[in-house]
């Protein structure tokens, strides 16, 4: 019979040494050895011993870069446990997760078995109309995608051909030429279904708690808290996508540096550029006069310009279009009424969601809103397969209606009653 133990760092710092060595590195994750000699609480000759001899009989893993970086992979774990009749897998510590193990794999081997791959992409900037004659041009050859309003990206192999056939249209219209580098990603379509769930699953839980340290900037983009939740996945699958597993260093650290960034991206995605320089600067201008004026708490519209540095006129303008945002965030839901020229959305592309209701053409906050929705569903069916390949086209604006017809009926019910609320 196994016995399931939380320590807490006090009772797990006068447990014997090479306990306290082992479990540390049980969880399956890398460890460098200041970080592990520092968790562990033992000395660096302790360590090193202890390391000698795993290796040496072929429990432990270094890195293969050469970094001093190590792990348990998944026997090894599962070994631990049993050779000392614990709970598998058992939170051992009040202070580390349990090991992550899903689709018999942990979760640093998960990301090895789905590395990055080099992907080509090739910038540019252009109005929709060009965009769209890029985007024909290269069906097929690569994907196209509105990153933000009038910045393309085509995500490639070739980036040589991709750029060649680009500028050729960019030309003719009089247009900038593109940029082209190579990068590196994976698709979540690499990892087995029933890891890429448990890891998802696992991370939007984890990535809540790290965005509370920017809850103030999200809560003003994302009032609601479903969208906030679905935020934060979408969050996690682009960090995942992103994440390089060579690095031998845990997947949770990189999510932990990227969200401490990425909530202020958050301002230019939705405001523009212009807007989200003006309340950025408006809201420092305002913190200075506070300190400058300590019996105030209100200034005119002609005093926050000049701390700024920027005429009263500019100022009355951004103010007054920052304004209109304000108003118009709080009013805006997804229960629109149809016949709305403003909000109707192209039924063109999609006859089968939701008796119509497809990809908002050429609007990036109403896109960003589905694509929210769509993750929502995900969660709430535990389809994830489903909303990767809806997501999928929405980013590529390339709709196959035979893909579209296949989505599962419960996912299709989950997102029609996202959109709904």
């Known amino acids: 019979m196994t016995i399931s133990i939380t320590y807490t760092k006090n009772e797990f710092l006068k447990q014997p040494v090479d306990f306290r060595i082992g479990a540390i590195i049980s969880d399956g994750m890398w460890y460098s050895l200041p970080k592990w000699r520092k968790m562990a609480g033992c000395t660096e000759d302790e360590l090193a011993d202890w390391v000698a001899a795993h290796l040496a009989d072929g429990t432990l893993v270094q890195a293969t870069t050469g970094a001093k970086s190590f792990r348990f992979p998944l026997e090894s774990v599962l070994e631990w446990y049993e050779e000392r009749d614990l709970t598998f897998p058992g939170q051992l510590t009040d202070f580390i997760f349990p090991p992550r193990v899903w689709d018999n794999m942990t979760e640093t081997e998960g990301f090895l078995a789905a590395p990055l791959r080099d992907v080509g992409i090739v910038?540019?900037?252009?109005?929709?109309e060009v965009a769209d004659e890029i985007r024909e041009a290269l069906l097929g050859i690569a994907r196209v995608c509105e990153i933000e309003p009038g910045?393309?990206?085509?995500?490639?192999?070739?980036?040589?051909?991709?750029?060649d056939i680009a500028d050729e249209i960019l030309s003719k219209h009089g247009l900038a030429m593109s940029k082209k580098v190579q990068a590196r990603r994976r698709e979540m379509v690499d990892f087995t279904d029933e890891f890429k769930e448990g890891l998802v699953l696992f991370y939007k839980r984890f990535g809540k708690s790290l965005i509370k340290r920017s809850m103030d900037t999200i809560k003003i983009f994302l009032p609601d808290d479903e969208d906030r939740n679905s935020q934060v996945l979408l969050w996690v699958i682009q960090a995942i996508e992103k994440f390089d597993e060579s690095k031998a260093v845990p997947f949770s650290g990189y999510l932990d540096d990227v969200l401490r960034r990425w909530p202020y991206d958050l301002p230019q995605a939705h405001l523009g550029k212009e807007l989200s320089t003006f309340q950025r600067g408006r809201s420092k201008a305002i913190k200075r006069l506070k300190k400058r004026f300590k019996d105030r708490t209100t200034?005119?519209?002609?005093?926050?310009?000049?701390?700024?540095g920027i005429s009263p006129m500019s100022f009355a303008d951004l103010e007054d279009k920052h304004r209109i945002w304000m108003?118009?965030?709080?009013?805006t839901t997804l229960t629109w009424d149809e016949k709305s020229d403003e909000k109707l959305v192209d039924?063109?592309?999609?006859?089968?969601?939701?008796?119509?209701?497809?990809?908002?053409s050429n609007d990036i906050d109403m896109a960003h809103k589905l694509s929210l929705a769509v993750?929502?569903?995900?969660?709430?069916?535990?389809?994830?397969?489903?909303?990767?390949?809806?997501?999928?086209?929405?980013?590529a604006s390339e709709i196959n209606t035979k893909k579209i017809d296949a989505l599962s009926a419960d996912f299709v019910r989950a997102l029609g009653e996202r959109l709904q609320k």
């Open 375 to 395: 993750i929502d569903a995900a969660v709430s069916t535990n389809n994830f397969d489903d909303a990767y390949t809806l997501i999928d086209q929405m980013d």
């Open 327 to 331: 108003k118009t965030q709080a009013a």
């Open 299 to 308: 200034f005119a519209g002609d005093e926050i310009a000049t701390e700024m």
């Open 151 to 163: 910045l393309w990206k085509a995500y490639c192999g070739s980036t040589g051909y991709v750029k």
């Open 347 to 360: 039924t063109s592309v999609t006859s089968g969601v939701m008796g119509g209701l497809g990809v908002v």
């Open 123 to 128: 910038s540019f900037r252009s109005g929709v």
